[in-house]
């Protein structure tokens, strides 16, 4: 499990800055995309794309691990 958590804190902090923020947001603050949408000044769709994009990367990131 250590390691685990550790390749997932590597991948985390390999994702851009903007996608970084709104997957941690999401999955560690429990925010929900429309109150991410509101702190960033975004569009709830924004928000969408980010952590789409977000989970794709670390899906990728993942998979070469």
């Known amino acids: ?3 685990f958590r550790h390749r997932l804190e590597q ?4 994702l851009p800055e903007d996608q970084r923020v709104v997957f941690l947001m999401n999955r560690m603050d429990k925010k929900k ?3 991410i949408a509101e702190d960033l000044g975004l569009s709830v769709k924004a928000i969408e794309k980010r952590m789409h994009k977000a989970l794709k990367t670390l899906k990728t990131i993942h998979n070469k691990l």
């Open 1 to 3: 499990q250590k390691e």
């Open 33 to 35: 995309y429309r109150e």
């Open 11 to 14: 991948a985390i902090s390999a």
